[in-house]
């Protein structure tokens, strides 16, 4: 296909595998985030780790959004979807992702009328054919997806459907961002930043990187090109002394975001004083709620949920994998006890994780050598 | 994905992906979109319009 192909081509790809070879310091190792899990995903599945020297390391983060979300919101997922009544609506991802008693598949096996739904304006349709039923939507995912619920529910209240909720996980990329920075686990050198978050926010954000902790960050289109040419960026801002936000998809990205979609964000939710993250804890202003006039569709308001905060399992290790301090293979249970056919934590479920792409992409273990 | 037909006053779309399959999609976010734009949809959403020459170095 025409520019994929280009962007996937192997002759360039190795010549920029060439230049980032030229831009590395002999005996200088070189740690670098990508954020998002599509990145993640890219990377394995067409080798671009393969083409990188030895000293330049990638770490993977934590964007993705199925990967985040607590076993606590699973287990009030799982319990407003037995409420009598109820169609409960979420993405395919989210339905194998354990809670502390099982799924949200394993609750539909056992007769709660669970659907998987392609997007929120689905759930909404739902609604409209099931008058007599309470159709509550779980929203997860970063502000690549918060928009398509905000307009979904402004599409509900301009319908008159009031027999439609939704209960709300999105999140927000800053904020676990700087909680990275700030933890002593973690020493990296510069990110490659989430281009498709980027689309809705915009550049601008990720400003703090360089200013507030001088590294650099290259907000990266999904080919492989593009992930090796923003790795070129990114050496040479630091061999240049260059510390910014730089933008190498810009044929997607604009710097400013889109504010169409920012504003609709504004309209419908508000920032939780507290999100708490899978393997990360809690983290101020990090999750979104419903603002207050949209409350009458909040199905935590709706319905009674339990809101328990459940530990992760001890197998799992899925936090110190958000958090790029370990390897999916460097994990107890990856591979063994946790696969996608039957994971354990929920980066071994999501199509983003990186423990899934680790597993699908063969990179059963792997020690490189470090230069 | 591609825009094969309008609905402006509904703020909907129906589109192709690459593999042919036809989806609804929000356009509210990057509107006016014709017949044959390509579109980046997240969950069933058009968060961003491809420029015609760029369009297809998106996966989309």
New interface residues.
Partial sequence: ????D??RDADLGQALAGEILSLVEPGRHYKFMEVCGGHTHSIYKYGVDDLLPANVELVHGPGCPVCVIPMGRVDDGIALAHEEGVIFTC?GDMMRVPGSDGSLLEAKAAGADIRMV?????ALRIAKQNPDREVVFFAI?FE??A???A??LKRARADGVTNFSVMCSHVTIVPPLRALLESPDLRLDGFVGPG?VA??VGARPFEFIPADYGKPIVVA???PLDILHAITMILRQLNDGRCEVENQYA???PYEG?Q??LD?MAEVFELRPHFEWRGLGFISHSGLKLSEAYADLDAEKRFSVPGVRVADPKACQCGEVLKGVIKPWECKVFGTACTPERPIGTCMVSSEGACAAYYNYGRFAREREVV | MTVVRVDADRGLALCADEEGSRHTIETALVEPVSPGDRILVHAGTAIAALAPDESETVAS
């Fill in positions: 296909m025409k520019y994929v280009e962007y993405f392609y997007s929120p304006l689905d995912g690549t997806t928009p398509s619920t307009l979904t498709h689309t809705v289109g999904f080919e044929r997607v990205v889109n169409r979609a609709v």
